[in-house]
Nanobody
């Protein structure tokens, strides 16, 4: 299973960005799709996740500003980020957990996309 993430970039504080991540490669089912981020010198942290049961979990720091969504037909997950702050600057990674067509469990990370918010 491979993940292809896109959508990062440079934005001014208060602006918006939309991250996309598409999974491919013999997927049978997806249990969880999520976004994590890692800022320099900090640990990777969960930003938002969306389960197959439509449960959404957000980090407290992004609640009300970020929205996670998915397109099941495309095996894609999106992160709409609004009211961006300098502290949102980080490398964002998508993560997908599920089963392959051969019913093997997978937990795959995307390559990371850089988000830089200028204050």
């Amino acid at each position: 299973v491979q993940l292809q993430a896109s959508g990062g970039g440079l934005v001014q504080a208060g602006g918006s960005l939309r991250l996309s991540c598409a999974a491919s490669g013999g997927i049978h089912s997806i249990n969880v799709m999520g976004w994590y981020r890692q800022a320099p010198g900090k640990q990777r942290e969960l930003v938002a996740e969306l389960t197959s049961g439509d449960t959404r979990n957000y980090a407290d720091s992004v609640k009300g500003r970020f929205t996670i969504s998915r397109d099941n037909a495309k095996n894609a997950v999106y992160l709409q980020m609004s009211s961006l702050k300098a502290e949102d600057s980080a490398v964002y990674y998508c993560n997908v957990v599920g089963y392959t067509a051969g019913m093997r469990a997978f937990n795959t990370w995307g390559q990371g996309t850089l988000v830089t918010v200028s204050s």
